[in-house]
């Protein structure tokens, strides 16, 4: 009897303190708290896609940092005590999967979005490609820094697939990230600049001039996944799962992104 309790004991912490992201079905019943670094293009949804899910999961509370993918990616590769990441690219995820730092099972891709080029509202505009900026009609565009921010480097291939990145090179204002690349437009401090379909129905103060075609880019995946840092996958594979969910996508779908 003795050792079959000291082996129930054991199996039982062993459970407890299991790191599997496969062990959603272990429920805590403790206050978890995770925080969750997010490229800023998820700053107007994600929101609205965590309280539904801490609702469902009130044990649950999820902090947010916001920032370029880039930023946010190397922060992690620093050690910042994160336990998931969402970027606004493959990229940036890639190069935490090749360091080991993510935890590889838990990786999906739940939305997907559009790159448009966009003015500030109430400005009479009417060009309807990338072939058209050739016509000088705007002397500043905005675009993410493309090394760090995802809507940038989408922005620039863009521009490169269509053989404008030179010519129009002396016209690029470079923000920090997607949310400074509105802000400037909203402010009429640019022409027009690069941002997602999600963030023009956002606000009332920017209007899509065109949708950039895709075939010209990479697609706009958001993937997300546990780190190896976290020590509550359970907890974190648990907002992965509702990231894929029904009800995750209506949400999604009002800000304007696509379900996966």
């Known amino acids: 009897m003795r ?8 199996l ?24 969750l670094a997010a490229t800023s293009s998820m700053s107007h949804v994600l929101p609205d896609v965590i309280e539904a899910f801490e609702e469902e999961n009130p044990y649950i509370t999820i902090t947010v940092d ?3 993918s880039g930023e946010l990616a190397q ?12 970027s606004g690219n493959q990229e940036w995820m890639d190069m935490l999967a090749d360091q080991s730092m993510i935890v590889a099972d838990s990786r999906t ?3 997907t979005n559009q790159l448009v080029f966009a003015g ?24 993410g820094q493309p090394e760090t921010s995802p809507v940038g480097t989408y922005a620039k291939q863009a521009l490169q697939s269509a053989n404008l990145w030179e010519p129009l090179s002396d016209s690029f204002l470079y923000a920090k990230d997607l949310a400074q690349v509105v802000t400037f437009i909203e402010s009429g401090k640019v022409d027009a600049g690069f941002v997602y379909y999600s963030d023009v ?7 899509m001039i065109f949708p950039v075609d895709s075939e ?6 958001f993937p997300a996944a546990i780190t190896t840092i976290s020590t509550n996958h359970a907890d974190s594979n648990r907002f992965i799962t509702y990231l894929k969910s029904d009800e995750a996508a209506t949400i999604l779908e009002e800000h304007g992104f696509n379900r996966e």
């Open 120 to 143: 500030t509202a109430g400005e009479d505009v009417s060009i309807s490609s990338l072939e058209a900026l050739q016509q000088g009609t705007f002397d500043k565009i905005v675009l």
């Open 216 to 221: 010209l880019h990479n697609s706009i995946e």
């Open 201 to 207: 129905i956002e606000t009332d103060r920017v209007e």
């Open 109 to 111: 891709n739940f939305a």
């Open 75 to 86: 922060q992690i590769q620093q050690g910042a005590p994160v336990d998931l990441f969402i």
């Open 66 to 68: 916001y920032g370029p």
């Open 3 to 10: 050792l079959f309790l000291i082996l129930l004991i054991g």
């Open 12 to 35: 039982v912490s062993l459970t407890a303190c299991s790191n599997d992201p496969n062990d959603s079905f272990i429920k805590s019943t403790e206050e978890t708290h995770l925080l």
